[in-house]
């Protein structure tokens, strides 16, 4: 399926030289400099994707999503439209000051706090990803859950603060226990017709 | 108060040739070849409406929100800012595969599963939508609601997920129980001024 | 920090005459004719800010956020991505009408509910706030709030619909009890390196 060519939406804006190839950007959709966004994904319309964050290969981004510094996506994820993701655990307005204080680093190495979300997991709509989290390969985070800790492999996660509420399978539906082999669907999802 | 004339805003872009007279498109909002959209509503700035997408007449869709494949939006509702719908039960990628194995149906009729939002139904600010659901005439969806069953008319539902919490008049008060003739609006709202 | 210099992004669009020196409006970003917005602020990708909201000096408005007419930033604010303002109590499409009547004040003056948000309060991502609400300084409502009370000063809110959750800092981090001078941070953050 893999196109060698990297679409751009006429309507977006792409500074970055890192996309890879059958890449598809969407309208009113900006991805900055130094972005780094690998083969076949899916960018959606009014994404962002800021200047250090990474996003492996066959990534679907659906819209209105942001992807900030700190943030990486690995291979195969899905990102939910409307999904937030935070990368500081203080946020106060960077240029706030009172008299001579200061209360925010500029640096940001002092400050960011990066989350990570692992191969083929899938991030609900309108879910929020708290910062220094690590989602697991083909988890589930539930729509509009708020998740405040790491979620294992091939966990669902629902509600505010998400909690644990089952396993899901490498094709998303439900499963009873934790599958022994990722590769192995039991639904039967095998084929594409 | 109809005009005749559509506006669509110099940023905007609106692919559709089924624009209803009176309606306006604003800013950044994208409305994609094929979608269909009544008479008279407003598109607010960074929305989106996809190709299969239906909107009625009078309908206020507010900034940044995505109407995709298989959402039905009928005459006089209003959708807030934020808010998000779903149309597909088990997201994935739907680029991942596994050696030979593909995890999700490319043939959007195999995955997709449509909401229907009913004529004079409200929907919160950054409330969350499920799949293959139904919200009742004049219900009204609470702001930041996760709603994963369909809502009958003229019910109130609030939290994640989202719980009945009261009725509704037609004008969006409170109501004791529900109104035996929606037409009628208790709150003596009948005129405008 | 101040630059005398506004830079509106060539991908913006701002058609207020009312921006301070030094701040910075991003791509897709659209300031309306009349909005107020202080200096050295900045406005993130794909926000909105309304023809008659006011927006102080030093305010960080993260992307997707729409400013409505009614909402009031004061300095040094933080509001975080896709946090979303409601300024209507009972929202209904505004051009909604059943015969004769109509159920909807067209008078913004008969239905707006302002929020105020006051200096140095933080706003976290996807947050929700009602309508005609106060958030106090140096206030914070948590990622994914749905906010439906005011919050008082140095106040943590969380959660759905919010609670009051502990007391914080001028910098954002912790404290077990309301701070004697906001101005004292504890943590030592007083400086930038």
């Known amino acids: ?24 950007i969407w309208a009113f959709a ?33 819209n209105g999503v942001s992807i900030w510094n700190g943030i990486t996506i690995e ?29 925010r680093y500029s640096d940001e190495s ?13 991030i609900g709509a309108a879910a929020v990803l708290g910062p220094g989290l690590r989602i697991g390969t083909f988890a589930v985070v539930g729509a509009g859950a708020v998740v405040t800790k790491s ?7 629902l509600g505010v603060p998400a909690r644990e ?4 399978c490498t094709c998303g539906r439900p499963l009873a226990t934790l599958p022994a082999n990722s590769q192995h669907c039991p639904h039967g999802l095998s084929g594409d017709e």
């Open 75 to 103: 291979d195969d994820v899905f990102i939910g439209p409307g999904a937030v993701f935070i990368n500081d655990r203080y946020p106060r307005s960077p240029r706030m000051a009172a008299a001579t204080v200061t209360y």
């Open 1 to 24: 399926m893999t196109d060698t060519k990297v679409f751009i939406h006429p309507l977006a804006l792409c500074e970055s030289d890192n996309i890879g190839p059958g890449t598809r």
């Open 165 to 168: 509420a089952g396993w899901v």
């Open 110 to 122: 002092r400050w960011l706090a990066g989350t990570r979300i692992e191969r083929g997991a899938s």
């Open 151 to 157: 979620v294992p492999a091939h966990r669902l996660v």
């Open 30 to 62: 900006h991805v900055m400099k130094g972005a780094r966004v690998g083969s076949d994904c899916n960018i959606g319309d009014h994404s962002f994707v800021e200047s250090d964050a990474v996003i492996g290969n066959r990534v679907t981004v659906k």
